[in-house]
């Protein structure tokens, strides 16, 4: 006697398949899924999370002349065309300046050689606290220190507080800027892109101090 299979058998079959499917993209989507997010992880590495935009990159710096801090010279940023500059705002009175100088000081002697200049700008100081300061902690080789009168310098470059950095490329153009203290790695970094013709952008290292009375921004 031939064996009739029951008529709930043949319905298995298909929802036995569908529910395979169904295991199988959702197992493929999974994996699609991760592996888009481990390349959008992956884009990541590398590269600092306190990089900001800033609205002076890429336009030209000021070419403001002003007096040098000691002896009766002046200094423009057109004077140094052609020369990679570090553009410093800075102060006696700035605490995170006085933690800072170290690091200006040495990168200006070691980076004499690859002809990059770093000028001082002395903002909203007395001048003999300003040489004080310099006598007790160093000027750096080739550093250049100047002085701001009514702080038009700091204007033009959008300074609010100290200390904040400029990097300024062979035509006068700024193309990197540190708000805070610099650390001797990232400053360096900063050169070593420029000097490889690629900008360094704009970074946060910090808060910045405002001058004496100024409420801070």
């Not at 493929?28 to 899924?33: E, F, G, N």
């Not at 992956?42 to 999370?49: F, S, T, V």
């Amino acid at each position: 006697m031939t064996r009739t299979s029951p008529a709930h058998e043949p319905a298995e079959k298909p929802h036995r398949w569908t529910a395979w499917r169904i295991a199988r993209w959702s197992t493929l989507l999974v994996t699609v899924l991760a592996i888009g997010i481990g390349a959008v992880f992956g884009a990541q590495l590398g590269k600092d999370p306190t990089l900001v935009d800033s609205p002076l990159i890429g336009k030209p710096a000021p070419n403001q002349r002003v007096p040098e801090l000691e002896g009766t010279g002046s200094l423009s940023l057109n004077d140094l065309r052609g020369q990679i500059v570090v553009v410093n705002f800075w102060a006696s009175w700035c605490v995170p300046c006085r933690e800072e100088h170290a690091v200006l000081t040495s990168a200006a002697t070691n980076y004499k050689q690859a002809g990059v200049t770093f000028v001082g700008v002395n903002y909203q100081d007395r001048r003999d606290s300003a040489i004080s300061f310099l006598d007790e902690l160093g000027r750096g080789d080739g550093y250049r220190y100047v002085t701001d009168p009514d702080s038009k310098l700091a204007l033009e470059f959008g300074v609010f507080g100290v200390p904040e950095t400029f990097f300024i490329d062979q035509n006068g153009k700024i193309v990197g800027k540190i708000t805070g203290p610099a650390t001797y790695p990232v400053l360096s970094a900063a050169l070593d892109e420029m000097r490889a013709g690629r900008q360094p952008g704009a970074r946060v290292q910090g808060t910045v101090q405002p001058a004496p009375g100024q409420s801070p921004t």
